[in-house]
């Protein structure tokens, strides 16, 4: 056991999730790195451990897998200082309205899976009387579009999720942080057309997701650009917002 | 098929891009013209690839370091950037470092990139000990100076034609600080800068900036930066031993109009920096690494500064004997030409390691041209005198040059093709740089 500060990544090999780790291990955090397949999360244990010298340990999870959390949870060496979980699917919108199969899997995966994990470690936070959870959320959650509100509509139920814990937990010393990344290059937007000044890289969201954990900030939107986006796109009215495709 | 350029932004030309995500990937990525591209700071068309470009970037692990020896095994699309703010404070850096530091592992091997510290270091090549090297035919291999030297040789400095670069282990140099003792020196002319070059052999980092306006007996007049890595006793009581690597927040955020460089206003930046410049000649005083080594990257995009046609840039290498004579001719057809050369660097090198590696003994003159007029057909002027001096010049800046300016430079270019053509004998690893240069047609 070292004295040093501990940061949980769930969704460990995804984009932001690698990104995330460096950050935390850089600002000198140990750093567990969660993921469905352990063995593809080694070369970036390794990655941390030659870079910044600190301890990283690898553990199985599967966001669809709810019956597990419990197991999960208890099985860590050691409760965590901060949990962020960037699991999430953004599918396809067109084959999610006809296909339950692949809606409820995008469903699961941004809002059922990531509330019940954040929320089972929120017990163990508050018992403890500390700790800091962060949800990477989504701006989509905030208007339902028409391109994509399957996705979106399962970010809205995380955003107001955390929303709610974060009002709960604050009393118990507790700290919970919502973050909204916009557009950001990785796998997931791979190959989708990305707006260049509303769009950010991978280790800018790692360093502002560090940022709010350190500065105890509630809701963070990477690129402040989008906050503004979302406002303009929220205070339009339905009969306006309905014609519109995007 | 996507639009591609290298940082000069010319030639603009279609090739397919990949991201692969794994190695593996990697190899089922590789068809009939490909090559592999890092951070796209070449300036011309040497990451891009005949038909298909793979972006290697998103390699960016490093996979073992030993803090007792220095050596570090990563993967080959890190960037030198990140090796700097995450080793340097550790006491770290590598042994070479080109004027920018947003180039890869992967590029800076396949260049086989020059620092300010190449007369008495060498080139990045000589730090690295081995790569993993993915041929065009199809074999993933270890080479280095022991185990397929001539592979290890080829691919320091051979532009990617030797196959795909996916991991190398190289050497770290130990520093006490990252700040840089600097010693400003100006010189009147060319002959005074070159003299001062000579005079500071011995000195670890040496560069010199060239006012290219200047005519007549101010022609080649300089201001010589030279280095020397800072002890702790050094700085100033409270300064941190590393400094923060923070981009200027300045960057170019559209195409300047082609005429925003011109004759007046580059003649009026270059006299006001000499002016600074000398001013603070003679003494010594310490500068943080970044600005030091990478005076330009504090401003992002500078590359739009010339315009939406892109810009040449001309770096070639004139031997030690001739330099004096070649060098002075070429400033001159320059200056009277009075094209804007906002970037004139004059350094000097010495032996290179790769068989194509562009460094010899002598001097390096590096020119930017807008891309305008009859631009080309003055640069081919200037290729004559490089070649009848026995000189070449840079692939990683290069777009333009001819097939007999190439081959009249690299004489040792036979033995590169057979050891390539050993490699791929089905000649897959193409970039549009080896169509124009090496390939039969």
């Keep these: ?246 | 098929m996507t639009l591609v350029s290298g940082w000069g932004r010319f030639p603009v030309v279609d090739s397919d891009v990949l991201r692969p995500r794994s190695f593996a990937a990697v190899g089922e990525a590789v068809s009939a013209g490909t090559v592999a591209r890092g951070s796209g700071r070449a300036y011309g068309d040497a990451g891009i690839g005949a038909v298909r470009t793979i972006a290697m970037t998103g390699f960016d692990r490093v996979r073992s370091f030993d803090p007792a020896t220095g050596r570090i095994h990563l993967e080959a699309g890190v960037l030198l950037s990140d090796l700097i703010d995450t080793f340097g404070p550790r006491g770290f850096l590598p042994f070479v470092v080109p004027g920018t530091r947003f180039v890869s592992i992967g590029g800076a091997i396949a260049a086989d990139v020059h620092g300010k510290n190449h007369h008495c270091e060498g080139g990045f090549g000589r730090y690295v000990d081995s790569l993993l090297l993915r041929t065009g035919q199809g074999d993933v291999i270890e080479a280095s100076r022991e185990q397929n030297a001539d592979a290890f040789f080829a691919t320091v400095g051979g532009m990617g034609l030797t196959g795909i670069i996916l991991e190398a282990t190289i050497r770290l140099r130990r520093i006490e600080t990252g700040w840089i003792r600097e010693r400003v020196i100006s010189a009147s002319d060319l002959d005074a800068a070159m003299r001062a070059l000579e005079a500071s052999n011995e000195a670890t980092y040496s560069v010199a900036w060239i006012d290219c306006v200047a005519r007549g007996r101010d022609l080649g007049r300089s201001l010589i930066y030279l280095g020397e890595h800072a002890g702790r006793d050094e700085l100033t009581e409270g300064a941190a031993a590393f400094p923060v690597g923070r981009s200027s927040g300045l960057s170019v955020p559209i195409d300047l109009p082609s005429m925003a460089l011109n004759r007046t206003s580059v003649r009026a930046f270059n006299e006001l920096y000499y002016r600074m410049g000398a001013r603070r000649a003679g003494g010594s005083h310490v500068v943080s690494l970044y600005p030091y080594f990478f005076p330009l990257d504090s401003i992002g995009d500078w590359n739009r500064i010339y315009g939406k046609r892109g810009f040449l840039q001309h770096q070639c290498v004139i031997p030690q004997a001739q330099a004096r004579a070649v060098l002075g001719e070429i400033l001159d057809r320059v200056a009277r030409r009075g094209d804007a050369s906002f970037l004139a660097v004059l350094k000097k090198l010495g032996q290179g390691d790769g068989i194509l590696s562009f460094p010899l003994p002598g001097y390096t003159l590096a020119l930017d041209f807008p891309v305008k007029g009859d631009i080309l057909n003055f640069l081919d002027e200037i290729d004559r005198l490089v070649v009848d001096a026995g000189g070449r010049l840079y692939l990683a800046k290069d777009a333009r040059q001819s097939r007999a300016t190439f081959e009249a430079g690299y004489p040792a270019l036979s033995r590169f093709k057979a050891i390539r053509k050993s490699l791929d004998p089905g000649g897959v690893i193409r970039s549009k740089l080896s169509q124009r240069l090496f390939d039969e047609v």
Excluded: C
């Design chain 1, 1 to 246: 056991m070292t004295s040093r500060k501990s940061v949980l990544v769930l969704g460990g090999s995804s984009d932001i999730g690698r990104a995330a780790a460096r950050a935390f291990a850089k600002a000198g955090y140990d750093v567990g790195l969660a993921g469905r397949d352990v063995a593809a999360l080694e070369p970036d244990a390794a990655d941390l451990r030659a870079r910044y010298d600190v301890e990283v340990g690898l553990h199985q999870f599967d966001v669809l897998d709810t019956a597990a959390f419990d197991g999960f949870v208890a099985g860590l060496p050691a409760l965590p200082d901060v949990v962020i979980s960037i699991v999430g699917l953004l599918g396809l919108q067109q084959n999610a309205e006809s296909d339950l199969v692949h809606a409820t899997a995008i469903m699961r995966s941004n809002y059922e899976g990531p509330a019940l994990i954040l929320g089972l470690f929120a017990e163990k936070f508050l018992a403890r009387g500390s700790g800091t959870l962060v949800g990477v959320s989504s701006v989509a959650g905030e208007r339902g579009r028409a391109s994509n509100y399957v996705y979106g509509s399962a970010k809205a139920g995380f955003s107001a999720f955390l929303s709610g814990l974060r009002a709960r937990a604050s009393r118990g010393g507790v700290h919970v942080v919502t973050v909204k990344p916009g557009f950001v290059r990785t796998k997931m937007t791979e190959g989708m057309k990305l707006i260049g000044p509303l769009t950010v890289e991978a280790p800018v969201v790692g360093d502002a997701i560090l940022a709010a954990v350190e500065n105890k900030t509630d809701v963070v939107y990477v690129s402040g650009k989008w906050r503004l986006v979302m406002l303009i796109i929220k205070a339009l009215p339905e009969a306006v917002f309905k014609k519109l495709k995007f």
